[in-house]
């Protein structure tokens, strides 16, 4: 009896408040690693999002499967562990997707400067969490994000199929607001990776388009 309250609880708190991903590809490395299980807050979306949050969105309508990589054996106990989480629905949909918000409704973001930086804003950014050795980006682009949209990228933005590789497609790159699923607030596998994801101030911190 108790373990069947137990179940059912479960599953209403990861229907409404919290659900758990499993993250097969490198587009966000080292922030995720491929096989690393995070968990979304559900309750953080629409305005709430700030750029440089990590989310995870349904990208059915934009982004195509292609930046997704099968499943890789991480051991018996990560097994176990995925076994017992599909008991409770806890899996990632095959058009489901992780990346940072870089540009939130309104924002112009542009790359590169002469310096090789992303602009948001008018505004050069440093961006940390990119993968050691890449460029902030090897494509050119200049867009205004739209209303209602986001423009994400992966923190490993030379094996990242985001926004910048669906300028031709629905939305030009940009992921409507609505389908954002939550955005992520830890990583609890493996042990040896938990932790929680913060938000950089470098971008959180930059003026939203047309504000004094």
């Known amino acids: 009896?108790?373990?069947?309250?137990?179940?059912?609880?479960?599953?209403?708190?990861?229907?409404?408040?919290v659900q758990s991903f499993y993250v097969p590809s490198g587009s966000m490395e080292h922030t995720i690693e491929p096989g690393d299980r995070i968990l979304v807050n559900k309750l953080i979306g629409g305005s709430s999002?700030?750029?440089?949050?990590?989310?995870v969105f349904d990208g059915t309508t934009t982004?195509?499967?292609?930046?997704?990589?099968?499943?890789?054996?991480?051991?018996?106990?990560?097994?176990?562990?995925?076994?017992?989480?599909s008991l409770v629905g806890v899996e990632l949909g095959e058009q489901d997707f992780v990346k940072r918000v870089v540009g939130l409704p309104g924002d112009h973001v542009v790359c590169c400067d002469p310096d090789g930086r992303l602009t948001i804003n008018d505004?050069?950014?440093t961006e940390p969490y990119i993968h050691p050795g890449d460029k902030p980006s090897d494509l050119t682009f200049d867009i205004t994000v739209p209303q209602g949209?986001?423009?994400?990228?992966?923190?490993?933005?030379?094996?990242?199929?985001?926004?910048?590789a669906h300028l031709g497609d629905p939305g030009g790159g940009t992921v409507g607001v609505g389908d954002v699923i939550g955005r992520a607030s830890l990583?609890?596998?493996?042990?040896?990776?938990?932790?929680?994801?913060?938000?950089?101030?470098?971008?959180?911190?930059?003026p939203r388009a047309g504000a004094r």
Request: aromatic fraction near 6%.
């Open 187 to 206: 990583t609890y596998w493996p042990l040896s990776r938990a932790g929680g994801f913060d938000t950089p101030k470098v971008l959180a911190d930059i």
């Open 123 to 125: 505004t050069a950014v």
């Open 1 to 17: 009896m108790l373990a069947g309250v137990a179940l059912v609880a479960m599953m209403l708190v990861r229907g409404f408040l």
């Open 63 to 85: 982004f195509a499967a292609a930046d997704l990589t099968p499943p890789q054996d991480h051991g018996l106990a990560g097994r176990v562990l995925g076994r017992a989480a």
């Open 149 to 164: 949209r986001l423009w994400v990228m992966g923190d490993h933005r030379s094996d990242s199929a985001d926004s910048r």
């Open 49 to 55: 999002l700030r750029r440089g949050d990590v989310v």
